[in-house]
């Protein structure tokens, strides 16, 4: 609301039967905008979404795919010997592995990494959440007709 307000958005849709009210004016709620300037993305931001998007929601040693809130941040090189807090550094883990894996190395556990860390690309990214079956059921339909022009048609 605040980017249609001040005028860096274009509202093309809104969602339907939405409103909200200031004290003297009603607003649709915009379901779909469009900006008016594009800045390129450098850099994707090191999140935790964004690295178990990274990692497909899949233990990085043990290769079993879970849903975010079972997944954990495992240093690859520990905290305790001073490894960063980097893409290039972390991997997603099942609790298990974690466990296992401890405050080593994954050579010093006797652990192979199903593939290295590193720093994904913002187009990586979106290419990998578009292939979530969980954000394509999630997504609004006023948003169908927008999204996705480049993609592949099932």
């Known amino acids: 609301m605040t ?3 001040q005028d860096r958005v274009i ?3 809104s969602y339907e039967d939405v409103t909200v009210h200031s004290a003297t004016r009603e607003f649709e709620v915009p379901a779909v905008v469009c900006l008016r300037q594009y800045h390129k993305r450098r ?3 090191f999140t935790r979404y964004n690295l178990f998007l990274r990692d497909g929601f899949c233990c990085q040693y043990c290769g079993v795919k879970k849903s975010a809130r079972d997944l954990t ?4 090189m520990p ?3 001073n490894g960063p807090a980097t ?3 972390i991997v997603a ?4 592995c974690n466990v296992r894996k401890a405050n080593r190395t994954p050579r010093e556990a006797g652990m192979k990494l199903l593939r290295e860390p590193r720093e994904p690309s913002p187009h990586e990214l979106d290419k990998v959440g578009r292939k979530l079956a969980r954000v394509q059921k999630e997504l ?5 007709d927008f999204l996705y022009w480049g993609a592949d048609l099932d």
């Open 3 to 5: 980017a249609v307000l």
């Open 11 to 13: 509202q093309l849709k």
């Open 43 to 45: 850099n994707a931001p």
């Open 73 to 76: 941040f495992d240093h690859v």
């Open 79 to 81: 905290r305790s010997r």
């Open 87 to 89: 893409f290039e550094n």
């Open 93 to 96: 883990a099942c609790q298990t």
């Open 140 to 144: 609004h339909q006023t948003w169908l």
